[in-house]
């Protein structure tokens, strides 16, 4: 009963009522239904949001009127706002991902290129080594060939040594 016999406009929040007035001036000069969102006001002050659906009514005879449906669209106004917000949740997680993506490339490639490097360098400390122990025992080797041994211990010592000349070479 409050609203009866009341101007729609007056229930209009003041921020949206230059837009109500010109959807009631549009909407009293065209058949067509007219459509927006606005912001209403209740007795107690406060505003929420609604969708208005506007058409002129005119019978011959009688005064041209303007029929207004409105519905509360708080709830999907609320639910469009946690959206929005998940939404930017969403993309915020996601370029966190992106950037971790790329630390982590970055990161294995750098271990993949210590790794490499570390393999480089243990192989020439084997190779250094080995070359090192492998001229001393062809030392020794060479020491036993010269000392009075029998031929076939002659010949199995020249055997050792070529084997380990050949080792040298690769």
Same mark, same amino acid.
């Given at each position: 009963g409050k609203l009866l016999k009341k101007r729609f406009s007056t229930l209009v929040?003041?921020?949206?009522? /230059?837009?109500?007035?010109?959807?009631?001036?549009?909407?009293?000069?065209?058949?067509?239904?007219?459509?927006? /969102?606005?912001?209403?006001?209740?007795?107690?002050?406060s505003v929420f949001p609604a969708h208005l659906d506007c058409q002129r009514v005119?019978?011959?005879?009688?005064?041209?009127?303007?029929?207004?449906?409105?519905?509360?669209?708080?709830?999907?106004?609320?639910?469009?706002?946690?959206?929005?917000? /998940?939404?930017?949740?969403?993309?915020?997680?996601?370029?966190?991902?992106?950037?971790?993506?790329?630390?982590?490339?970055?990161?294995?490639?750098?271990?993949?290129?210590?790794?490499?490097?570390?393999?480089?360098?243990?192989?020439?400390?084997?190779?250094?080594?080995?070359?090192?122990?492998?001229?001393?025992?062809?030392?020794?080797?060479?020491?036993?060939?010269?000392?009075?041994?029998?031929?076939?211990?002659?010949?199995?010592?020249?055997?050792?040594?070529?084997?380990?000349?050949?080792?040298?070479?690769?």
């Amino acid at each position: 009963g409050k609203l009866l016999k009341k101007r729609f406009s007056t229930l209009v929040a003041p921020e949206d009522r /230059e837009r109500f007035h010109s959807l009631y001036v549009s909407a009293m000069q065209r058949d067509d239904r007219q459509a927006c /969102e606005l912001l209403l006001q209740r007795g107690d002050g406060s505003v929420f949001p609604a969708h208005l659906d506007c058409q002129r009514v005119a019978a011959p005879g009688t005064a041209t009127l303007q029929r207004i449906a409105l519905t509360d669209v708080s709830e999907l106004k609320h639910a469009e706002g946690r959206i929005a917000a /998940e939404r930017k949740a969403a993309e915020s997680l996601e370029e966190k991902v992106r950037k971790r993506t790329a630390q982590l490339r970055a990161l294995a490639i750098a271990l993949s290129l210590a790794e490499e490097r570390e393999r480089r360098a243990l192989a020439q400390d084997l190779h250094d080594d080995l070359g090192q122990l492998l001229a001393v025992v062809k030392m020794k080797l060479t020491v036993l060939h010269d000392s009075r041994q029998s031929d076939s211990m002659r010949t199995t010592l020249k055997e050792i040594e070529d084997l380990i000349d050949r080792s040298n070479k690769s």
